[in-house]
């Protein structure tokens, strides 16, 4: 190669070089250290992010721009890699001039001598301050509950597992607004959204700023304070949220007030059963107790708190097991109706059977459907379960009639919920004609308090009626009702409630005597429910009252056992119906 031609290659070399060196300055942070970290070369890229100036930069410690944030270990790891000759990649969180933090995902280089010991190194980095505000934001999003900015179930459940990890005693406080659902109805999310903000703000106000504070959805608040031991102490806080939260809110100028029901859960590290436990299964457990307690606050009618007990646990449990399990009691089969039968008292003859929902329970047994029946009234499903009765009663009493069992006719009872339904009187017929059973062998017990409306209750009553379907008031005494607007409703017949019954054997049998004289000159048919003893049934015979049914008749019965009871006793069919 002659000189020229040489001189022509190098050239060419260095402007590849040039050319290298232009793109990794556009693109990249670049720095050179000697081997103990002193810079001796940055490129514009550098200053920019550093907001340092070139001539502040060189000749310092690569440390100017340490933010503080990584460990001794993460730079002693990283001096080793690169200072036994190995190229260390990583991602770094430095410091600007002006205090404000930027991230980096560095390589560095190390350049060795003629030992293989390294003289300097090169740094080329990209700045990720991005990618990292957003990795930042991600994991905020999963800890904290967007809307009130405090800690959501995540963090919750975080936070437990320390407390309880270190054993130490705390307070769990269910928090839950009352009838918020209603405020966020009727006022709209916007103000919802902004009450529940305000709420927050309030609890952070009033408690210890070592309280942790949650939301854990809806209008649900999580609270956890340490080193709470006595159910006092808890209580003392517990009044102090309420109070607090009864205090007027203001929200797009309008004044709101709320009340909040409170579940307490008192962790006690020592105690035999929690120690035993996993952390995880201690958390559910606590969580869970609080929840009841909340639950239970909340049967009391809101805007109180209550402590859990093992009591109250199981109360509650126990209801809210039924809830669960009332859902598919309808398709496993577990309904069935027991009849009690009801008598002329006159006659001795059987006129017709009160048709008693009963609920074989796979594990509890046989359940009241004193017990059973709100909480199907609460959840609604009163409506389908009714339906099923209606139903199952009109088919029995079908069945009687092929059978010959002298069984005039069959009385349901009917429950609120079913009865507000539009559809009710026709739901009714339909089944009527579905069974083909004439409607006269079936009647409605509806209650007092049922008659809220008289015009509404009129034309459903009234619907009934023109088909021949009879009806009857049940536990009458027992409502605020009249008699005289009673006369107004096409009602066949009154039911009076057993506890005047019961009373009348203890002398104070006025009212019954009253019901029994108004009634009959108002044209209803009196039943008396719950004669127990013959002293009852002599009165209610003396005055004049028309049928009876009771446990001194008898029980309600199986179908089955109904049979055999009428058989054996030989109780005669009612020839004609008595007025
Ligand atoms: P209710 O309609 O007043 O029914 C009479 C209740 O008194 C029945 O209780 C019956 O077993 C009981 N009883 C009968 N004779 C006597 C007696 O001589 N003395 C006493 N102390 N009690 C007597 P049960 O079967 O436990 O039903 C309780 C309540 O549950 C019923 O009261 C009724 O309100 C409701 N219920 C029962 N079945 C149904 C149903 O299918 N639908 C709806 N909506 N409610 C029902
Ligand atoms: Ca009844
Ligand atoms: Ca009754």
């Given at each position: 190669m002659t000189n020229k031609q040489i001189e022509k290659k190098l050239n060419k070399t260095l402007k590849k070089l040039e050319d290298i060196e232009f793109a990794l300055n556009e693109s990249s942070i670049v720095a050179i250290t000697e081997k103990k970290g002193i810079i001796n070369y940055v490129n514009k890229k550098f200053c920019d992010i550093s907001k340092?100036?070139?001539?502040?930069?060189?000749?310092?410690?690569?440390?100017?721009?340490?933010?503080?944030?990584?460990?001794?270990?993460?730079?002693?790891?990283?001096?080793?890699?690169?200072?036994?000759?190995?190229?260390?990649?990583?991602?770094?969180?430095?410091?600007?001039?002006?205090?404000?933090?930027?991230?980096?995902?560095?390589?560095?280089?190390?350049f060795l001598d003629g030992h293989g010991k390294p003289y300097q190194y090169v740094s080329i980095r990209n700045d990720i301050t991005k990618k990292k505000a957003m990795?930042?934001?991600?994991?905020?999003?999963?800890?904290?509950?967007?809307?009130?900015?405090?800690?959501?179930?995540?963090?919750?459940?975080?936070?437990?597992?320390?407390?309880?990890?270190?054993?130490?005693?705390?307070?769990?406080?269910?928090?839950?607004?009352?009838?918020?659902?209603?405020?966020n109805d009727t006022m709209g999310h916007i103000a919802g959204d902004l009450l529940l903000k305000q709420t927050a703000v309030r609890l952070k106000e009033i408690l210890p700023s070592s309280a942790f504070i949650s939301r854990t959805g809806g209008d649900e608040f999580v609270v956890i304070l340490e080193d709470i031991r006595s159910e006092n102490d808890a209580a003392k806080i517990a009044e102090h949220i309420i109070t607090s939260l009864e205090a007027p809110f203001l929200i797009n100028e309008e004044t709101f007030f709320i009340s909040t029901s409170i579940g307490i859960s008192l962790y006690e590290p020592h105690?035999?059963?929690?120690?035993?436990?996993?952390?995880?299964?201690?958390?559910?457990?606590?969580?869970?107790?609080?929840?009841?307690?909340?639950?239970?606050?909340?049967?009391?009618?809101?805007?109180?708190?209550?402590?859990?007990?093992?009591?109250?646990?199981?109360?509650?449990?126990?209801?809210?097991?039924?809830?669960?399990?009332?859902?598919?009691?309808?398709?496993?089969?577990?309904?069935t109706l027991h009849y009690q039968p009801q008598f002329d008292l006159h006659t001795d003859s059987i006129t017709g059977v009160e048709a008693l929902l009963r609920w074989h329970h796979p594990q509890f047994g046989l359940i009241s459907p004193n017990e059973f029946i709100p909480?199907?009234?609460?959840?609604?499903?009163?409506?389908?379960?009714?339906?099923?009765?209606?139903?199952?009663?009109?088919?029995?009493?079908?069945?009687?009639?092929?059978?010959?069992?002298?069984?005039?006719?069959?009385?349901?009872?009917?429950?609120?919920?079913?009865?507000?339904?539009?559809?009710?009187?026709?739901?009714?017929?339909?089944?009527?004609?579905?069974?083909?059973?004439?409607?006269?062998?079936?009647?409605l017990e509806?209650?007092?308090?049922?008659?809220?409306?008289?015009?509404?209750?009129?034309?459903?009553?009234?619907?009934?009626?023109?088909?021949?379907?009879?009806?009857?008031?049940?536990?009458?005494?027992?409502?605020?009702?009249?008699?005289?607007?009673?006369?107004?409703?096409?009602?066949?017949?009154?039911?009076?409630?057993?506890?005047?019954?019961?009373?009348?054997?203890?002398?104070?049998?006025?009212?019954?005597?009253?019901?029994?004289?108004?009634?009959?000159?108002?044209?209803?048919?009196?039943?008396a429910e719950g004669i127990e003893n013959e002293e009852q049934l002599s009165l209610l015979q003396q005055y004049g009252c028309h049928y009876g049914q009771g446990y001194f008749y008898s029980k309600p019965l199986a179908p089955e056992q109904l049979k055999t009871f009428l058989e054996e006793n030989r109780i005669p069919a009612l020839q004609t119906l008595n007025d």
């Open positions: 340092y100036k070139e001539e502040e930069l060189i000749g310092q410690d690569h440390k100017i721009v340490n933010a503080g944030y990584h460990s001794k270990a993460f730079f002693k790891q990283m001096w080793q890699t690169i200072g036994s000759g190995n190229v260390w990649k990583g991602e770094i969180k430095n410091k600007a001039k002006d205090g404000s933090f930027y991230w980096v995902d560095t390589t560095i280089v190390p990795e930042e934001e991600i994991k905020q999003m999963a800890y904290y509950d967007s809307l009130t900015e405090l800690p959501n179930r995540n963090f919750l459940n975080k936070h437990l597992q320390t407390v309880i990890g270190n054993k130490k005693p705390a307070a769990i406080m269910f928090l839950d607004l009352d009838r918020f659902k209603v405020i105690h035999l059963t929690t120690e035993s436990l996993p952390v995880e299964k201690v958390i559910e457990s606590e969580i869970r107790k609080a929840d009841i307690a909340m639950y239970y606050a909340k049967e009391l009618g809101g805007g109180t708190y209550q402590l859990n007990t093992p009591l109250l646990n199981e109360k509650v449990s126990r209801k809210m097991t039924l809830e669960t399990q009332l859902n598919r009691a309808l398709q496993n089969d577990e309904f909480i199907l009234e609460e959840t609604g499903l009163i409506v389908s379960v009714g339906r099923w009765v209606i139903e199952t009663a009109c088919t029995q009493m079908k069945q009687w009639q092929k059978e010959g069992v002298p069984i005039q006719h069959a009385a349901v009872n009917v429950s609120a919920k079913q009865f507000k339904n539009v559809h009710f009187a026709k739901e009714v017929i339909q089944i009527l004609r579905k069974v083909e059973l004439n409607p006269a062998c079936l009647e509806i209650t007092e308090s049922m008659i809220q409306n008289v015009k509404e209750t009129k034309i459903i009553l009234q619907a009934l009626k023109d088909f021949g379907v009879r009806t009857s008031i049940d536990d009458f005494g027992t409502g605020y009702s009249s008699l005289s607007y009673l006369q107004h409703l096409p009602i066949d017949c009154l039911k009076i409630d057993k506890s005047f019954i019961y009373e009348m054997s203890k002398g104070e049998e006025i009212m019954v005597k009253t019901i029994i004289n108004m009634g009959k000159s108002l044209q209803f048919n009196i039943v």
